[in-house]
């Protein structure tokens, strides 16, 4: 009931091209839900979170979508540019303040 | 500006010799959490403190591994004796109940 499902495991892309990494959890007490990026030799960034009470909340290039009753969130990012090449990290948590339970990882390559 | 200061950013030892990693805490912040990343495992937790007090070392093998903050801007992570699969790196990360966590910028072991 921790666990946070990631895929795919790595990705490339074109740069220009939109990247979805997807994201699937169980338990239904979590109730935030953020997506971290990691450069090689650092650590975890937080990108942007999301609140079941949306359903999609955007920055800039990068979009949360958010289905409840899925039980499901991706992150999309619009004109990926190479730049954005990083290992990604979807999590969840019961509330901002509390422990993450991470995904696996996915890997994004943006070729130019 | 205000980072999660984490020391040594490497070390390599020998198996059995006792590792001892630092952390200091972004100024302010009230919770405290140690990861550790593998390839195979991703981003387990391993403890976590709030206001200093240990709320979950549910994650942390307790007969080698302990954690402590001896007061607010300093959180430890002691592994003796150390063996060769706790190779790995160690993120230290801090937050405050509403905020985003962040992390440091990790520490490197190999145990040989």
């Known amino acids: 009931q921790q666990q946070v499902k990631q895929s795919p495991q790595s990705l490339i892309v074109q740069k220009g091209g939109i990247s979805i990494i997807n994201c699937a959890y169980e338990?239904?007490?979590?109730?935030?839900f953020p997506w971290y990026q990691q450069f090689p030799g650092k650590g975890p960034a937080l990108l942007i979170a999301i609140r079941p009470d949306v359903s999609e909340k955007k920055e800039g290039r990068f979009t949360i979508s958010f289905n409840k009753s899925a039980k499901q969130f991706s992150l999309h990012i619009m004109d990926s540019q190479p730049g954005d090449s990083a290992t990604y990290f979807c999590?969840?948590?019961?509330?901002?303040?509390?422990?993450?339970?991470f995904g696996e990882g996915t890997q994004l390559t943006v070729n130019p | 500006d205000a980072r999660v200061t984490q020391t040594p950013r490497h070390k390599v030892t020998e198996m059995g010799q006792e590792v001892t990693m630092r952390c200091q805490p972004i100024l302010g912040h009230n919770t405290v959490f140690w990861y550790r990343q593998t390839m195979m495992q991703g981003l387990e937790l391993l403890a976590y403190f709030r206001n200093r007090a240990p709320l979950d070392d549910s994650g942390m093998p307790k007969d080698r591994f302990s954690a402590e903050m001896p007061d607010a801007t300093l959180a430890t992570l002691k592994i003796q004796p150390s063996e060769p699969r706790d190779s790995a790196v160690y993120f230290c990360?801090?937050?405050?109940?509403?905020?985003?966590?962040?992390f440091g910028e990790g520490s490197r072991l190999t145990v040989l």
């Open positions: 999590a969840a948590s019961k509330d901002s303040g509390s422990r993450l339970t």
């Open positions: 338990n239904t007490a979590f109730d935030y």
């Open positions: 990360a801090s937050g405050l109940l509403t905020g985003e966590l962040f």
